[in-house]
């Protein structure tokens, strides 16, 4: 069965600093990747997903994401963060399952930036 | 990518009551899937819901607690039965497939 590791639950960084966010990843197969970020009262919105090809991978907001097959891992960078990028982010792994399709997401990141 | 619209976005519901969530889609969609976020915690796939056959769910949420309606391919309802403070959770839905997923803006539901 998939899984999905996010081993910081909280992470405070100061305006302008640089960010990385964890994720730790179990599939049997080449697994779909993919990072949200959900933002107080707000839905799920997709920063960037990985499915093949370059394992850089590049997304809105300025963040990128980097799949190391060797590490099962696909950390989400931002070489500076804004006050506005406060929020949770969830990164998920996705299959397709004979029953159909499904994403398991991790427990999630607390991102807080300090001004 | 699809253009999901969910209501409501939130209620306050007594204990024992039902809530019908739904969830109406822009365009055609094969698979719609409800998840479940309970406070502080992260998503949890409650069932997969495709048109023209019941319900898929996972370990742990059974159709009696949350029966799922399917009638076309841009519209879903999930409810959920005989609600307790426990059900206090968010509920989204969400489309796509193994290359993309697309989520509604979800549904806070109080139990009191």
């Known amino acids: 069965a998939q899984s999905v590791t996010q081993p910081d639950i909280h992470i405070t960084v100061s305006e302008g600093a640089s960010l990385e966010l964890r994720c730790n990843y179990s599939y049997g197969a080449t697994p779909y990747l993919f990072w949200y970020v959900q933002s107080p009262g707000q839905g799920l919105q997709l920063l960037l997903k990985?499915?093949?090809?370059?394992?850089l991978v590049q997304g809105i907001k300025g963040f990128e994401a980097e799949f190391k097959r060797s590490q099962s891992s696909f950390n989400l960078r931002k070489p500076s963060v804004h006050w506005s990028d406060a929020a949770e982010y969830f990164c998920a792994v996705g299959a397709i399952t004979g029953g159909g399709n499904k994403l398991t997401f991790g427990t999630g990141t607390q991102l807080k930036v300090e001004l | 990518s699809a253009v999901i619209s969910q209501k409501p976005s939130r209620d306050i519901c007594q204990r024992g009551t039902s809530l019908t969530i739904q969830c109406q889609v822009d365009s055609q969609v094969t698979m719609m899937f409800w998840y479940r976020q309970q406070p502080g915690q992260s998503l949890t796939l409650i069932a997969t819901a495709n048109q023209g056959s019941e319900a898929t769910y996972e370990s742990g949420f059974v159709i009696d607690k949350f029966p799922i309606s399917r009638p076309n391919l841009t519209f879903s309802t999930l409810t959920v039965s005989n609600m307790s403070p426990e059900d206090s959770s968010i509920y989204l839905c969400?489309?796509?497939?193994?290359?993309?997923?697309?989520f509604g803006s979800g549904t806070r539901l109080t139990v009191v």
């Open positions: 990985y499915f093949s090809g370059d394992t």
């Open positions: 969400s489309v796509g497939d193994g290359r993309g997923y697309t």
